[in-house]
C-alpha cells in the first residue's frame, strides 16, 4: 500500500551542488581555507528546521537572531531565552503565516523588533556585484549574517517563492552556501550567485516588489531599555498614526500660549485605549524557577532604573506631572490616563500578559484575569531592596504564578532615599513618564508649526534630543524608529522600496 505524503525531495543538480556531496565538501574546505566560511559555524549551531511548511522566514530569522547571540528578552520555555518562530508575531499574526507565509518587507521588520540592525535591500536597490561584496565582507566574519528570499523556480526546485540564510561562499566557483531550512525538502546546497541573484529578482505577488536580500547584525547596545510601542492591541494602528500624521496639523491650527495648553491639545486627543500603545518593559518569570535575582536580571534592571531616573530629572517631566495632576482634579476628566498609578492595577494587565508569554500563548485571543497580587521589597546582595510583584493569573483553566521585577526611582518629594526598604509611591514607572518619554519621541518638526514663537522656543528647549542624558538618548531613539516602523506598516509602506527609516537625532 502506497504511503501517503511526501518523503523529501530531489536536488536538481545542476545548477545546485548538494553540501553533503564529494563536490559540496570539496568547496566547503576551499571556501573555508580562503576565510569565506566564518559565519558558518555559529549558523550551523543554531541551524533549525521550519515548523510549518511556510515557515521559512521565521525560521530564518529565529537562526539568524540565535546565531548572532542576540536576547530577546522574554524566556521561550523554562528558564530558557532563546529565539523560536512563535516569538516572532510583532509584525504578522502566526496564523496568517502558516497559511500565507510573509513578506520581505515583515521579515525586516521582524528583525528589527527582535533588537537586530537590519539593512533590507530588494534587487531593484542594487546589483550583482553589490551582492557579491555584501556575501563576501558577511561571509568573512561571523557578526553579519545574509537572509536571501527568492523563487526556488530559479533553480529547478518545487515550490515559489522561499527565504533561506546563506552560510559561506566559495570565490573561485562564485557559489553560495544556502542553508535551507526546509530540510524535510532540500538539503543545503551550493548555487552559483548570479543564478540566486536572478532567483531574487522575481516578484513578489503579493506585494508586487521583487525579492532581495538582507545583513543583519547586531545592535551596539539593546534596543529596548524600559519602554517599548506594543504592535499587539488594535490601538496602535491608530494611536501611531495620531502621533504621525495628525499631532502636527492640530499643533499648527490651535491657538496655543502655554507648555500646559500643548500638553493638553496632544494629550487628551489621545483614544482612550492609548495607554496600550506604549508599555515600561516589566521582566516576568515564573516564581518557581529562583527566588533569587541573577546577574543579568539585576543588570536589566539596574539600566531600567537608570532611565526612570533621568526621564523624571527632565524639566519636561515636572510640566507633564503637573498637567496629570490638574487632569485628575478636574471631575470631568475622561482622559485615559486620569486613573491612579496604582502598582497593583498596573500589574494585573503585565502579570496577565506575562503569564501569556510563559504559557507561549501571547498573541492569541486568550481571555485571562488575576485572580490575587501582592507587593514585596526583596533584598539583594550589594543593593537596596527590588520591588517584585508577585500574581496568579488563571488562564483557560488553569492557573499561572507570575512574578514581575518592577524598576522604581527614588521619589525626592515622598521623602524617599536610595536606602529606604519602604516602597516609595509612584516609584515605579508611570502615566507621567510614559507621557513624558511618549513626548520625546515625537520628531523634532512635530513642533514646527506652533504658531507662537516663544512657546515654540520653549518647547523645542524642553524636548530637545542634545540635552538629554545619553542612556535616555538611546531610549527616545528607540521609540522613534520603532513610532516610524508602526507607521509604515500602518501605511502598508513596510514592503516598499525604503525599509528602514533613517531617524534624526534632532
Excluded at 536606602?419 to 518638526?445: K, Y
Aim: net charge neutral; proline share 4%; aromatic share 8%.
Amino acid at each position: 500500500m502506497a504511503l501517503a505524503g511526501l518523503y523529501r525531495r530531489v536536488l536538481p543538480s545542476p545548477p545546485a551542488v548538494e553540501f553533503a556531496s564529494t563536490e559540496g565538501k570539496k568547496l566547503f574546505a576551499e571556501a573555508l581555507q580562503n576565510g569565506t566560511m566564518e559565519g558558518f559555524f555559529k549558523l550551523i549551531s543554531c541551524f533549525q528546521t521550519q515548523s510549518e511548511p511556510a515557515y521559512c522566514g521565521l525560521a530564518s530569522l529565529s537562526m539568524v537572531l540565535n546565531a548572532l547571540a542576540i536576547d530577546p528578552g522574554r524566556k521561550w520555555k523554562g528558564p530558557w531565552r532563546w529565539f523560536d518562530e512563535s516569538m516572532l508575531d510583532c509584525c504578522e499574526p502566526l496564523e496568517k503565516v502558516k497559511e500565507e507565509g510573509i513578506t520581505f518587507g515583515k521579515v525586516a521588520c521582524l528583525a528589527h523588533c527582535a533588537g537586530a540592525n537590519v539593512q533590507a535591500i530588494r534587487t531593484s536597490q542594487g546589483s550583482l556585484e553589490d551582492f557579491r561584496q555584501h556575501i563576501i565582507r558577511c561571509t568573512s566574519s561571523d557578526d553579519c549574517h545574509v537572509i536571501t528570499s527568492y523563487n526556488r523556480k530559479a533553480f529547478g526546485q518545487t515550490g515559489t517563492g522561499h527565504f533561506s540564510p546563506i552560510g559561506g561562499y566559495h570565490k573561485g566557483s562564485d557559489m553560495a552556501l544556502i542553508l535551507d531550512t526546509a530540510r524535510f525538502k532540500y538539503p543545503p546546497h551550493w548555487v552559483p550567485l548570479q543564478l540566486l541573484w536572478e532567483a531574487m529578482k522575481y516578484e513578489d505577488p503579493a506585494t508586487g516588489y521583487p525579492r532581495g536580500f538582507m545583513l543583519i547584525s547586531k545592535l551596539q547596545r539593546a534596543p529596548s531599555l524600559l519602554y517599548t510601542l506594543s504592535c499587539r492591541h488594535e490601538s496602535w494602528v491608530q494611536t501611531a498614526k495620531y502621533l504621525m500624521d495628525d499631532v502636527p496639523i492640530l499643533l499648527k491650527k490651535a491657538n496655543l500660549n502655554t507648555v500646559q495648553d500643548v500638553l493638553s491639545l496632544i494629550f487628551k486627543s489621545l483614544l482612550s485605549n492609548a495607554g496600550d500603545f506604549i508599555k515600561w518593559v516589566a521582566e516576568v518569570r515564573r516564581p518557581e524557577e529562583n527566588s533569587a535575582l541573577s546577574k543579568e536580571e539585576k543588570e536589566r534592571l539596574a539600566i531600567k532604573e537608570i532611565v526612570l531616573q533621568q526621564i523624571r530629572e527632565t524639566k519636561l517631566y515636572k510640566y507633564v506631572s503637573e498637567w496629570l495632576s490638574d487632569m485628575r482634579s478636574c471631575c470631568c476628566n475622561a482622559s485615559a490616563f486620569s486613573g491612579k498609578d496604582s502598582l497593583t492595577d498596573i500589574a494585573a494587565s503585565v502579570c496577565c500578559q506575562g503569564a501569556l508569554l510563559l504559557a507561549g500563548n501571547l498573541g492569541r485571543d486568550n481571555k485571562s484575569c488575576l485572580k490575587e497580587t501582592c507587593v514585596n521589597n526583596v533584598k539583594s546582595n550589594g543593593g537596596g531592596p527590588i520591588t517584585v510583584v508577585s500574581g496568579t493569573v488563571v488562564s483557560e483553566g488553569g492557573e499561572q504564578g507570575v512574578d514581575m521585577l518592577v524598576p522604581t526611582s527614588p521619589s525626592k518629594s515622598h521623602g524617599c532615599n536610595a536606602g529606604s526598604s519602604s516602597f516609595c509611591a509612584i516609584a515605579h514607572p508611570g502615566h507621567g513618564d510614559v507621557l513624558t518619554i511618549l513626548s520625546l519621541a515625537l520628531f523634532t518638526n512635530s513642533w514646527f508649526d506652533i504658531s507662537n514663537k516663544k512657546l515654540l522656543d520653549e518647547i523645542r528647549a524642553l524636548v530637545s534630543f542634545q540635552n538629554l542624558p545619553d542612556v535616555l538618548q538611546e531610549e527616545v531613539l528607540h521609540l522613534r524608529r520603532q513610532l516610524m516602523f508602526l507607521k509604515k506598516c500602518k501605511d502598508k509602506e513596510v514592503d516598499g522600496d525604503v525599509l528602514l527609516p533613517s531617524i534624526s537625532m534632532v
